[in-house]
């Protein structure tokens, strides 16, 4: 998906090539500063405690001697991507990942300031707990992502993964964390020239750009042996 999904921005006007990092992080600042109802007890770091170099490390699912390394740039609000990992993502894991051809690793690319701030939350959790919060989040994708207060919504998914609300609100303003989200999506534009999601760079040759069906995704990574 392109830059077609800026409605759901606090600023209507960001767009994905932004002029500075701190731009982008700004323009969604309003989307902090909201309380609610006590969740669950915690399961991630306390604010005070979170490791942002522990939260922007790789994550990445599969065997480290698999031969082919697919790394995929996403959006939380895209739609395409929502669909890739509903549909295909299954196919690709049980008859790629799991059977050790393909070692996969999940890159964000925010295309505006709410799925900058699901990517967040995503990267808080436990580093076990990254897929199936990125799982949870992509399965409720219409639900938070068109709801008339969409971070509501994203709170009480995060309610259920064990993060209370004041370690929400925390990660929403987690400067450094958005900071790096941004540093890393900003990799995929100047390195590979990514400008869509979902993208994938395959053994950092191949880029691969759009949703795909599982056929056409493995005949894409035939070339590398899959």
Known sequence: MTDDMTALS?????????????????????????????????????????????????RIIGSADAPIHVAEYYSMTCGH?????????????ARLIDEGLVRFEMRPFP????ALRAH???????????????????AKHAVWVRASDPIAELQKL?????????????????????????????????????????????NDDLLISGNKSYEDFAEALSAFGA
């Open 10 to 58: 606090p600023d209507p006007k960001l767009k994905r090539r932004m002029t500075s990092r701190r731009s982008f992080v700004a323009g969604s600042a309003g989307l902090a500063g909201l309380t609610f109802a006590s969740p669950m007890a915690s399961t991630i770091a306390s604010a005070a405690e979170l490791s942002v170099d522990d939260a922007l490390a790789p």
């Open 81 to 93: 991507c929502a669909d890739f990992h509903n549909n295909t993502f299954p196919k690709v894991k």
């Open 111 to 114: 295309l505006d300031g709410l």
């Open 120 to 138: 967040a939350l995503a990267r808080a959790v436990p580093e076990a707990k990254f897929f199936a919060m990125v799982k949870m989040l992509l």
């Open 158 to 202: 995060a309610r259920l993964a064990g993060v209370t609300a004041d370690d929400f609100n925390a990660i929403m303003r987690n400067r450094p964390l958005l900071e790096g989200i941004v540093a890393q999506r900003q990799v995929g534009v100047d390195r590979w020239g990514v400008s869509s999601t979902p993208s994938f760079v395959v």
